[in-house]
């Protein structure tokens, strides 16, 4: 059975982990670390700082806070374990610890855990340099909850590297300071936030009299958990380096 300590235990990935994981023979949450948790029941201990954490296990899976992911990967890499991260909105601070980490221990690393994505994501790789050059505009719109903190999501950036890697397109965030008509080299990126929305995103290749539309809508947070979960069983093992989800769909499917 695979030890897990859940990073950011009290959130709604949190939730959502906590849910798949009890109906997974193969895995057990072990532990959880969260500031707050204070008066709530786990069945497992939590911990307020990753350097309290006194439970031993064999993976670690964050979904928390990116202000909180440089204590961890100090956490991971003095006890080298490995590491699932889907935390997203990291600054550039952030990113390069990470990516130092990965000298150390094998971490996975992705901005959406969910396989409908990850599918999307290769589709999009290899049909949207043929579209680009063939004068299709490349926008991309995400909507999520009114509590997500960053903006555009990390998904629509992954989606947006998978439409540029045959260019290299700039992103545009915000076109209400301009007063030009769209250029062909940019790829659009709106995000909208509201409700509850667990995630949707639509890449859109328009071009002159034709729109092709490729969306994915996440029902629940349920997909990104299990997702992880999987994540987790795969890096588990591994070699130091960087892998994302692309590497555990290859080895599932070959
Ligand atoms: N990769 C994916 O597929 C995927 C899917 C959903 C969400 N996310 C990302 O996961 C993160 C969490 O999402 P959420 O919806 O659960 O958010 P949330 O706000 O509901 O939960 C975050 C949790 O992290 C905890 N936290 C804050 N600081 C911490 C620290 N120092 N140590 C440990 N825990 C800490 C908070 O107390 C909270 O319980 C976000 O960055 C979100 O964008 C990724």
């Known amino acids: ?41 786990f069945s497992f201990p939590v911990f307020s700082r990753a350097d309290c954490c006194t439970v031993s296990c064999d993976v670690v899976v964050d979904f928390s806070n990116a202000k909180a992911l440089p204590a961890l990967l100090d956490y991971c890499t003095m006890r080298e374990l490995p590491a699932v991260i889907c935390t997203t909105g990291l600054n550039d601070g952030a990113e390069r610890r990470l990516n130092d980490a990965t000298l150390q221990i094998p971490i996975l690393r992705s901005a959406n855990m ?10 999009i790789k290899k049909i949207s340099g043929t579209l680009a050059s063939t004068g299709f505009d490349i926008e991309i719109i995400e909507k999520h909850h009114r509590d997500k903190l960053d903006a555009p999501s990390g998904t629509a950036m992954l ?12 992103y545009v965030f915000d076109r209400s300071s301009r007063r030009v008509t769209r250029p062909k080299s ?12 667990a ?35 795969f890096i588990y093992g591994k070699q130091a380096g960087l892998y994302d989800m692309q590497d555990v769909f290859a080895a599932y499917l070959s």
């Open 114 to 123: 969910s396989l409908g994505i990850n599918l999307l994501a290769a589709l």
């Open 159 to 170: 989606l947006a590297n998978a439409a540029n890697s045959s260019h290299s397109f700039d």
């Open 186 to 197: 940019e790829i659009g990126i709106t995000a909208v936030r509201g409700g509850t929305i």
């Open 199 to 233: 995630g949707e995103h639509e890449v859109m290749f328009a071009g002159a009299d034709e729109v092709i539309t490729f969306s994915h809508q996440a029902l629940s947070r349920d997909i990104f958990a299990s997702g992880a979960l999987t994540a987790a069983k």
């Open 1 to 41: 059975m695979l030890n897990i300590l859940l990073h950011g235990c009290c959130g709604r990935m949190g939730a959502a982990m906590i849910r798949i994981a009890a109906a997974d023979r193969s895995v057990n949450i072990c532990a959880g670390i969260d500031p707050n948790a204070v008066e709530r029941n």
